[in-house]
């Protein structure tokens, strides 16, 4: 009976809760505990470190490491209009910094995932990749957006067959048709074949711009032609442009010497050197009346 009112009292004394603000004792002393470690300053230094690196400088980039590889993508994408086959070589390189700024990248993989275009079949290019999906679709509505003519009627018919077979047409690939409507020998725009070089004409004795329009069609066509080619064409211009009388003398006269100076190298190297020279007079009748 004692053996029984014993246990009982223990179980009573063992149910009752510790006074409030106080916690029940542990058996162990406190005093013996070992003392805290330090904290570690290696996180710390690491991440002074960072802000620091993100206030160098003058101050008007404030940017944490998280922040620099941070893609921030433009809303959408701003094209300028189709040009006509002539004004197309420098429309391109307009187009290119266009999509390359609006992906928002700090590296360069934006340029190398969009000069595909330029060379690839526009069904290879199906497939965006990781990461990219959202740029292509932006790309596929600013082409939209300024198709017309021609390119318009082949964009358009793209997009037709996409979405009849219940799939959206890629940005990219709207963007190689574009490629290839303006490729030398590909659309009825107007393009810079052989033919058309063959056609070039020197106005008003204007050799700067028969030259610089000389040089935009050679670096359209798909292969260079021979140099016999390209002399009988450009001599056929220039053979009675009487500032290069002298020039065009010795030329003539080379013919029948065999020597190495009848050639096209030598008679375009004649007309630069014209060129260059009557560059250098037309600056200095400029400055000719502020040094008085």
């Known amino acids: 009976?004692?053996?029984?009112?014993?246990?009982?009292?223990?179980?009573?004394?063992?149910?009752?809760?510790?006074?409030?603000?106080?916690?029940?004792?542990?058996?162990?002393?406190?005093?013996?505990?070992?003392?805290?470690?330090?904290?570690?300053?290696?996180?710390?230094?690491?991440?002074?470190?960072?802000?620091?690196?993100?206030?160098?400088g003058d101050g008007s980039n404030r940017q944490s490491k998280r922040d620099q590889g941070r893609v921030r993508e433009a809303e959408k994408i701003e094209l300028l209009q189709f040009p006509q086959g002539a004004q197309w070589r420098a429309r391109r390189s307009n187009t290119l910094q266009a999509?390359?700024?609006?992906?928002?990248?700090?590296?360069?993989?934006?340029h190398h995932w969009i000069r595909k275009c330029e060379n690839s079949d526009p069904d290879s290019l199906?497939?965006?990749?990781?990461?990219?999906?959202?740029?292509?679709?932006?790309?596929?509505?600013?082409?939209?957006?300024?198709?017309?003519?021609?390119?318009?009627?082949v964009l358009t018919q793209k997009s037709t067959i996409e979405l009849t077979s219940g799939r959206i047409?890629?940005?990219?690939?709207?963007?190689?048709?574009?490629?290839?409507c303006y490729a030398s020998g590909k659309s009825g725009q107007v393009l810079y074949d052989m033919n058309h070089l063959q056609s070039?004409?020197?106005?008003?004795?204007?050799?700067?711009?028969?030259?610089n329009t000389w040089n935009m069609v050679l670096s359209e066509l798909t292969f260079v032609p021979e140099k016999s080619t390209l002399l009988f064409w450009y001599f056929k211009q220039i053979?009675?442009?009487?500032?290069?009388?002298?020039?065009?003398?010795?030329?003539?006269?080379a013919q029948w010497s065999n020597s190495s100076d009848y050639s096209f190298d030598w008679l375009w190297v004649?007309?630069?050197?014209?060129?260059?020279?009557?560059?250098?007079?037309?600056?200095?009748?400029?400055?000719?009346p502020q040094s008085r």
């Open 239 to 253: 053979q009675n442009f009487k500032p290069m009388a002298e020039d065009i003398a010795h030329f003539k006269r």
């Open 126 to 153: 199906d497939t965006p990749g990781l990461g990219w999906i959202s740029l292509d679709r932006k790309l596929a509505a600013a082409l939209t957006r300024i198709s017309h003519g021609e390119i318009g009627r």
């Open 270 to 288: 004649a007309s630069c050197r014209y060129l260059a020279q009557k560059t250098v007079r037309l600056h200095a009748r400029v400055a000719e």
């Open 169 to 180: 047409v890629r940005g990219r690939v709207l963007l190689a048709l574009v490629f290839r």
């Open 99 to 110: 999509i390359v700024s609006a992906a928002g990248r700090q590296d360069d993989r934006a």
């Open 1 to 56: 009976m004692a053996m029984a009112t014993t246990r009982a009292m223990e179980t009573v004394a063992m149910g009752v809760a510790p006074p409030k603000g106080k916690k029940p004792p542990t058996g162990r002393d406190p005093k013996n505990d070992p003392p805290p470690t330090p904290p570690n300053d290696e996180d710390g230094e690491e991440e002074d470190g960072e802000d620091e690196e993100a206030q160098e």
């Open 200 to 211: 070039l004409v020197m106005v008003d004795n204007n050799l700067e711009g028969f030259h």
